[in-house]
């Protein structure tokens, strides 16, 4: 029997081959078929100072990056992104309704979203996040929020954070087979 697809998305930085990644890797792929995209070149930017990175995000970049992934991607389990990976991956799971579950930290471009995905969906932000969804946006779209105390918006990072994200993605494929 195959293992279900995690596709993992990466922060706004882009780089999948940070240590940290490492991590949620070796953790994750004894229990699916991990597959990493990079968010800035899903979007199509090219390397540019990162003050303007943010910017072409918001311009085009993260509908540019959702298309690109829908086309690459026709069957996914679950995905897992961070920061504006999130955010691909919440638009990514409105146009693929198949994609049965989102895990998403940090996504602080979700406030701006009105449309609810009918997948699973899991939100982490840190306790001290300051520009992620208000809690009337948590209530208006019917989720609860995972919130790392002490923590902040590059919480993903954290070791202890990673561990916990794991094992809630691990027990939630044996729950959801």
């Known amino acids: 029997m195959s293992k279900p697809k995690l596709i993992i998305l990466s922060d706004i ?28 070149q899903l979007a199509g930017i090219l390397p540019c100072p990162q003050e303007e990175v943010h910017q072409r995000f918001v311009n085009a970049g993260i509908e540019d990056a959702t298309q ?12 897992l992104g961070f920061s504006v990976g999130g955010t691909i991956a919440w638009r990514y799971a409105l146009e ?13 471009g979700l406030r701006n979203e009105t449309v609810r995905p009918t997948s699973a969906i899991s939100l982490c932000y840190g306790e001290h996040e300051s520009s992620g969804p208000n809690l009337a946006w948590f209530d208006t779209l019917g989720i609860a929020p995972k919130i790392f105390k002490n923590e902040f918006h590059e919480c993903y990072k954290n070791e202890a954070v990673i561990t916990q994200l794991c094992q809630t993605i691990i027990e939630d494929s044996n729950i959801l087979g």
């Open 96 to 108: 693929n309704p198949h994609c049965s579950s989102l895990y998403l930290i940090s996504a602080t």
């Open 68 to 79: 690109r992934l829908s086309l690459l991607e026709e069957k996914v389990y679950a995905v």
């Open 13 to 40: 930085f882009g780089a999948t081959e940070e240590a940290w990644m490492g991590m949620y890797r070796k953790q994750l792929s004894p229990f699916f078929e991990i597959v990493e995209y990079d968010s800035r």
